[in-house]
């Protein structure tokens, strides 16, 4: 048995609507005859394209087979048959649109951050619980094969006590005024569109910390603008108002101390784009978005310093592939499927608004421990405390 799902797709020709969510994601998931539920009926998805330009909605449709599009987003939530509302859009925008879809009954799932700042994602994280939805946001980097293998180090007790972490991620985004044209939009760099590396990836290191590792519960944060000026879409120059580096620190439940080093003006020599590792007494880890290596204390070789002569121990050679051992399908989908799960067979959804709160609160606390310079606790949220 099957049943449809409408799904109402907002920031489709962008780049996280359109590669990440519609084409790897939804349209994936319906190829496959859609997500299978408890009692054995099919759930399939059928998106509705929601943005401003109808001839980039129209060719999207078109390359996809005739997908419905929509500029009206009144008109969309007007529809009782699409009851999901799905938003990819400028996080400035969240709030208002996501209210809106709320007021019209849908089911929501967003884009992180949530929302530009704590008080309005705590606004709808509520109006989501009062209304009964299933409420959700993306949180992608937890259903990466490298993460998936690191948690499942953790769940074996690989590490015995954990006791830091530390990560990097970054790479260079072209500055546009040269050769290259940035890989990045614009407004990722202008303060008052509400870009910024730390409202941008503070969101996913709260729940990737919270749900790999341990609670977060103070961080300290200095951030950077290192680039001031860059050239937009357009072609024209702009001051970059936004940070585009942050080099945070965090302390976690169990005395766990991570440091988190963000950049956007940076070159990379390592593995991946983003990698992380973690040290326990019995044994480390080096994570990245796809690979994991492990070092366990009876491999752990015994270096002597002694710069005078040449090093005589080739460091990565005694680390070990953690192996792939099962399939590892796209992040964003696995977690779509997730979701819609959820609201198939009518379960809670973890990965929730209160959970995307979270990681908007661990960046305005950021930006907060760097304007104050000092330490800052992170309380917990009204519906934990
Ligand atoms: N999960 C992740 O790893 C990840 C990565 C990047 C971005 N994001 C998040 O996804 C969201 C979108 O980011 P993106 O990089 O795809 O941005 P983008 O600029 O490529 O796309 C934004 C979308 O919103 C639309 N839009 C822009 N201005 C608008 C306006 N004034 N009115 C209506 N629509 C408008 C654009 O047409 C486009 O469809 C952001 O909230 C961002 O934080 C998440």
Redesign the pocket.
Known sequence: MERRIGIIMN???????LNQHLVRSILRIREEGGVLLADGSRLVPDPLLL??NPEKLEAISKRFGGLRWETDLDRALANKEDEIYFD????G?REENVIRAITAGKHIYC???LSADLASAIRLAEAADTAGICHGI?Q?KLFLPGIRKLRRLIQSGFFGKILSVRAEFGYWVFEGDWGLPAQR?S?NYRKEDDGGIIL?MFAHWRYVLDHTLAPVRSVSCLGATHIPQRVDEEGKSYTCTADDAAYGTFLLDGGIVAQFNSSWSTRVYRDELFVMQVDGTEGSAIAGLRECRTQHRTNTPRPIWNPDVPNSIAFRASWLDVPDNMEFDNAFKVQWEIYLRAIGEGTPFVHNFWDGAKGVQLAELALQSWRERRWIDVAPLREEA
Do not use: A, F, L
């Open positions: 920031g489709v020709t962008g780049r996280m609507g943005g401003r990819s859009g400028p996080t925008m884009e992180k951050p993306v992608d939009p407004w941008d």
